[in-house]
Structures are given as C-alpha cells and as structure tokens.
C-alpha cells in the first residue's frame, strides 16, 4: 500500500531521517516509536507527500508520491490519506460538524452520504453532542477526537496519526483505538500511529523503533 525506500530528510544541518525504509500493507496497523527529536513526525510528513525527502522515494500502490504534482498529491491526501496531528489542526471559524463535513464535502460526497458517514463516526466516538461548537468552546479530548473523525471521513486508504491519543485519558483513548482498529480490519485501511504509549503499540501489529533518524533493523512484531 505504502512504501519508503531510502528516504532521507535534512532541516538545515539537522538530519532528521537517515535511509528510512519499510512496508505497510492494506489493513496492517504499524506503531512508530522512540524519543523526541527521533524522527518520527519528520517519517509521517514524508509519507505524507508534505515534505520531500532529500533523496530515496516513497511510493503509494507502486506510483512515486514525489514525481506527482503538488495539486495531485493534494488530491491524493483528501480522497486517499487521512492526517491526525498532535494537536488536532481544525479549521477555528468552522464548526466541529464543518470540519469534518469539509474533506467529503470537497471530494464530492453526495449530502446524504456525508450525514449519515459523519453521524456514524461522530456517534462512536462519543462527540455527537458538541458537533455544533467551534474548536475554540470544546475541550482537547473532544478536539482531538473531532480530528479522528476528519482523518476517518473519506474513508481512506492510509491514515497517519502523530500522538493519536497523547491528549485523552484512557476511556476516551480507547474509543479512538478503537476507531482506528475498525478502520484498518473492516476497511483495509493501513494505519501508522506515532506513539509514545505502550499500551497503544500493544494493539498493533508491528512496531517499529526510531533513533537518530533511522529504524531499528528488525521491525518488532507486535504479540497479543
């Protein structure tokens, strides 16, 4: 599904990734850890298409993410890719209903559609009730959420999330796993968490371990 070759990433002198390289198929959930400033986040915006290795490819289905248009690969992230940020990146002036309406909204998603798909994931993750307020007047467990359901929308082929659940206490977290879980095995969606919780690596099916910008060089299987 999504695939990195030898990607490498500089910030100035700074090397963030250094010869980054792996696999995740449809339907597999894959945990990213290790320490601050490892190059965790740095790996989920290349894959992203958001910002470009300074060498090696990363690739979506076969096709080279890089060699697309920044248009094409915008397109590819609404209709394909589902992003979760750390600190959940919604639209201030629009409603948390808006928010999440505005990805199908914009991929052309038919009205009736587009309700019964927001009720639906809004429904499970327990945010139905505060669908009309403004990111501003809601809490940061219910923001975050709000963007788990963004990222869940389209239905996407790929979701990536930086610290999916880093802002919630364990019940609330647990319904994002959950929703995340449901994604990657009645979907086929292949999902890659970066993570410092162990307990959310736990339900993943491999993990794979960061440090000075490279992976360790045996992914983890996860046993559960």
């Known amino acids: 599904m999504l695939r990195a070759e030898g990607i490498t990433a500089s910030f100035g ?16 959930l894959v945990a ?17 298409g958001l910002v470009k290795p300074s060498s090696g490819t990363v690739s979506f289905e076969g096709q080279p993410v890089y060699d697309w248009s920044e248009r094409c690969r915008s397109d590819w992230r609404l209709r394909q890719v589902g992003l979760v940020f750390q600190f959940g990146d919604l639209v ?8 999440i309406r505005l990805p199908l909204q914009l991929a052309g998603t038919g009205k009736a559609s587009v309700n019964a798909r927001v009720a ?5 993750l327990e945010i139905s009730d505060v669908m009309h307020k403004r990111p501003g007047q809601v809490s940061g467990g219910q923001l975050q959420r709000a963007a788990i359901a963004r990222a869940l929308a389209n239905r996407p ?13 364990t019940t609330t977290g647990q319904l994002v796993l959950e929703a995340l879980m449901h994604a990657a095995r009645d979907q086929g969606t292949a999902v890659v968490l970066v993570t410092h919780e ?20 045996t992914p983890t299987v996860v046993s559960r």
């Open 92 to 99: 201030p002036e629009l409603t948390l209903a808006e928010n």
């Open 32 to 48: 990213v850890v290790g320490r601050s400033g490892s190059g965790k986040s740095s790996l989920l915006h290349c894959l992203a």
């Open 120 to 124: 639906a994931i809004t429904d499970g």
């Open 157 to 169: 082929s790929v979701i990536l999330a930086d610290e999916p659940t880093g802002a919630l206490d």
């Open 198 to 217: 162990a307990r959310l690596s736990s339900y993943c099916d491999r993990e794979l371990t960061m440090t000075d910008g490279k992976l360790a060089a």
């Open 13 to 28: 002198p700074t090397l963030a990734l250094d010869g980054v390289s792996f696999d995740i198929e449809a339907g597999e």
